[in-house]
T-cell receptor, first 121, second 111 residues
Framework: GAVVSQHPSWVICKSGTSVKIECRSLDFQATTMFWYRQFPKQSLMLMATSNEGSKATYEQGVEKDKFLINHASLTLSTLTVTSAHPEDSSFYIC?????????????????FGAGTRLSVL | AQSVAQPEDQVNVAEGNPLTVKCTYSVSGNPYLFWYVQYPNRGLQFLLKYITGDNLVKGSYGFEAEFNKSQTSFHLKKPSALVSDSALYFCACTGANNLFFGTGTRLTVIP
């Protein structure tokens, strides 16, 4: 199946610093990528949807100035947590949707990265 | 609004026994339904999906799911559980552009 690479897998940073998380689709083109946040023992919360070459669409309650998303190419999206604080500590997961081309079976499937655990001290 | 519900937070099953993880959906129009599995500290892995066609969908690792329109359900099943199946399972449906996830069901397979 399709592979989404997310890096880093774990990051520890000091309060006030910024952290960048990369998400790459390795063997398919992803016109749309998604960023999720997952709290312990909870489901995934969609933070934003990014489309290649355009501004990300943020979900209600997500600060776009704090969580900067860039989707500069069909295979790369980045999430930058700016001026991180301890309450930003969480598990962040990206996913990419395979546009599927002419393969109907591949369409609409989201493939997920392994996640990034952010700990802000 | 599109949504899925997973009524069980936790499911325990003995190794070798059949397992079922339940999911019901509330979707306007034709439902696109998915199952994903998450292992500790990992992202989600796609198991299977239903878009159209046969109500019984076969997926990865021997899992299958049955789409039941009258009961608005999409339960995940496996005939014989393995200890390695222990994980967190999410049911999901598509909205206009993204997936809506259930709250997850933690499956524990007891040796």
């Amino acid at each position: 199946g399709a592979v989404v690479s997310q890096h880093p897998s774990w990051v520890i940073c000091k309060s006030g610093t910024s952290v960048k998380i990369e998400c790459r689709s390795l063997d398919f083109q992803a016109t749309t990528m998604f960023w999720y946040r997952q709290f312990p023992k909870q489901s995934l919360m969609l933070m934003a949807t990014s489309n290649e070459g355009s501004k990300a669409t943020y979900e209600q309650g997500v600060e776009k100035d704090k969580f900067l998303i860039n989707h500069a190419s069909l295979t790369l999206s980045t999430l930058t947590v700016t001026s991180a604080h301890p309450e930003d500590s969480s598990f962040y997961i990206c996913s990419a949707r395979d546009w599927g081309g002419t393969d109907f079976r591949a369409k609409n499937i989201q493939y997920f990265g392994a996640g990034t655990r952010l700990s802000v001290l | 609004a599109q949504s899925v519900a997973q009524p069980e937070d936790q499911v325990n099953v003995a190794e070798g026994n059949p397992l079922t993880v339940k999911c019901t959906y509330s979707v306007s129009g034709n439902p696109y339904l998915f199952w994903y599995v998450q292992y500790p500290n990992r992202g989600l892995q796609f198991l299977l999906k239903y878009i159209t066609g046969d109500n019984l969908v076969k997926g990865s690792y021997g899992f299958e799911a049955e789409f039941n329109k009258s009961q608005t359900s999409f339960h995940l099943k496996k005939p014989s559980a393995l200890v390695s199946d222990s994980a967190l399972y999410f049911c999901a449906c598509t909205g206009a552009n993204n997936l809506f996830f259930g709250t997850g069901t933690r499956l524990t397979v007891i040796p």
